[in-house]
């Protein structure tokens, strides 16, 4: 009912957005979520589905993917949501990344990993491309669920088991304290949070601006079904992974192989690309990505940019099916100064971003934090 009052409001049905859903939800709120869309049609759905820790950025981001690794493995069987397979195991061609592999395994955060043999690495994935292989990290932690299902299957476990309202097709464009007016009226709650993505300018242009976050366009593709005996145990990253995942550039043998990659892979780091190789329950597999970054990102897909994604893919897998059947566009708030923020306008509206295309795999611990702050 319209003329209803709310415990919590949210703008934004992306994973950040159901996430907060959730987290209050369970703590027996009344929750309405507002979406400008019909669906998820944003980040949310344009990635890996890949629930990464390791790797992850040192203190809270990998503590927050810990904890959603926790929840998504315990949500997945209650609304439906398949995991299409488990682990993760990270391929390096060098004796420098060997080095950053060595070097993470000996942390808190590599406990749970073990560092592979090329011989022990044929074992475990013995479609690799060995050539050039000089070892591996192989991790238990990571999940991969279907983002476009999961996200679908997720809005109706919260309207199913929890009554959760969703608003679809509705524009908040404006937020004062305890109202929302939106596109189908107003509304009230007692709080409010705001999990908008990329949309930078409708509701509180000043937080992102004080914060500096700008968009970062991605490329990824889905290559057609591999043999029925063809299977990944296991979602495959490369030597890229290792200059771009916090937990690994933050080791001190990583500046020495960003040196390397420099001078042997400039063109593949100027467009942002690191490798992540996925599959899905029919057989295709998903893989990306490439980063750009601006205020204003033209939509246009490059093929050299493909052609350098699929050609890095090929040195780390044999993969027999190459056509690529499916390709797009991603895009989501970044900032260089933090993985994710939460801003305060009012004391009863916060402001919520991922800023570093962690949503998947960090957002159902974030929520937790900023629901028990809000009701505390």
Same mark, same amino acid.
């Given at each position: 009912?319209?003329?209803?009052?709310?415990?919590?409001?949210?703008?934004?049905?992306?994973?950040?957005?159901?996430?907060?859903?959730?987290?209050?939800?369970?703590?027996?709120?009344?929750?309405?979520?507002?979406?400008?869309?019909?669906?998820? @049609?944003? %980040?949310?759905?344009? @990635?890996?589905? *890949?629930?990464?820790?390791?790797?992850?950025?040192?203190?809270?981001?990998?503590?927050?993917?810990?904890?959603?690794?926790?929840?998504?493995?315990?949500?997945?069987?209650?609304?439906?949501?398949?995991? #299409? /397979? &488990?682990?993760?195991?990270?391929?390096? /061609?060098?004796?420098?990344?060997?080095?950053?592999?060595?070097?993470?395994?000996?942390?808190?955060?590599?406990?749970?990993?073990?560092?592979?043999?090329?011989?022990?690495?044929?074992?475990?994935? !013995?479609?690799? @491309?060995?050539?050039?292989?000089?070892?591996?990290?192989?991790?238990?932690?990571?999940? &991969?669920?279907?983002?476009?299902?999961?996200?679908?299957?997720?809005?109706? =476990?919260?309207?199913?088991?929890?009554?959760?309202?969703?608003?679809?097709?509705?524009?908040?464009?404006?937020?004062?304290? =305890?109202?929302?007016?939106?596109?189908?009226?107003? *509304?009230?709650?007692? &709080?409010?949070?705001? %999990?908008?993505?990329?949309?930078?300018?409708?509701?509180? !242009?000043?937080? /992102?601006?004080?914060?500096?976050?700008?968009?970062?366009?991605?490329?990824?593709?889905?290559?057609?079904?591999?043999?029925?005996?063809?299977?990944?145990?296991?979602?495959?990253?490369?030597?890229?992974?290792?200059?771009?995942?916090?937990? *690994?550039?933050?080791? !001190?043998? %990583?500046?020495?192989?960003?040196?390397?990659?420099?001078?042997?892979? %400039?063109?593949?780091?100027?467009?942002?690309?690191?490798?992540?190789?996925?599959?899905?329950?029919?057989?295709?597999?998903?893989?990306?990505?490439?980063?750009?970054?601006?205020?204003?990102?033209?939509?246009?897909?490059?093929?050299?940019?493909?052609?350098?994604?699929?050609?890095?893919?090929?040195?780390?897998? =044999?993969?027999? /099916?190459?056509?690529?059947?499916?390709?797009?566009?991603?895009?989501? !708030?970044?900032?260089?100064?933090?993985?994710?923020?939460?801003?305060?306008?009012?004391?009863?509206?916060?402001?919520?971003?991922?800023?570093?295309?962690?949503?998947?795999?960090?957002?159902?611990?974030?929520?937790?934090? #900023?629901?028990?702050?809000?009701?505390?």
């Amino acid at each position: 009912m319209r003329g209803a009052r709310y415990d919590v409001a949210i703008v934004g049905a992306g994973i950040v957005g159901l996430a907060h859903a959730l987290a209050a939800a369970r703590r027996g709120l009344r929750v309405i979520v507002f979406d400008r869309d019909s669906r998820a @049609n944003g %980040a949310s759905v344009r @990635n890996f589905g *890949f629930i990464t820790v390791t790797g992850q950025l040192a203190g809270l981001t990998w503590k927050r993917a810990r904890r959603s690794r926790d929840i998504w493995e315990e949500l997945a069987p209650l609304a439906d949501i398949e995991i #299409v /397979h &488990r682990n993760e195991c990270l391929i390096v /061609h060098s004796r420098e990344a060997v080095k950053v592999l060595t070097e993470f395994a000996a942390t808190d955060m590599g406990a749970d990993c073990q560092l592979l043999s090329p011989e022990q690495l044929r074992e475990r994935v !013995p479609m690799a @491309n060995f050539d050039d292989v000089c070892g591996a990290l192989w991790s238990p932690l990571e999940l &991969r669920i279907e983002p476009r299902a999961a996200l679908s299957g997720l809005a109706a =476990h919260l309207g199913k088991r929890y009554g959760v309202r969703i608003e679809w097709d509705t524009q908040v464009w404006q937020i004062a304290t =305890h109202r929302l007016d939106t596109t189908a009226g107003t *509304f009230e709650a007692d &709080r409010i949070i705001v %999990a908008s993505g990329p949309d930078l300018l409708t509701l509180f !242009p000043e937080v /992102h601006a004080k914060r500096k976050v700008s968009l970062c366009k991605l490329q990824m593709l889905r290559l057609a079904p591999q043999p029925s005996d063809w299977k990944l145990p296991a979602a495959i990253m490369s030597d890229f992974g290792l200059v771009r995942y916090g937990g *690994f550039s933050a080791q !001190p043998a %990583a500046a020495g192989l960003r040196t390397l990659l420099e001078v042997e892979q %400039a063109q593949l780091l100027s467009y942002g690309i690191h490798l992540i190789v996925v599959q899905s329950s029919d057989g295709s597999l998903i893989i990306g990505d490439s980063h750009e970054y601006g205020m204003t990102l033209d939509p246009f897909y490059s093929s050299e940019i493909e052609a350098a994604i699929l050609s890095l893919a090929h040195s780390v897998l =044999h993969m027999p /099916h190459g056509d690529v059947v499916e390709r797009w566009i991603g895009v989501y !708030p970044y900032s260089k100064t933090c993985d994710a923020f939460v801003d305060s306008p009012d004391p009863h509206t916060r402001v919520v971003e991922v800023t570093s295309g962690t949503g998947m795999s960090t957002a159902f611990g974030l929520a937790e934090e #900023v629901i028990a702050e809000l009701f505390a």
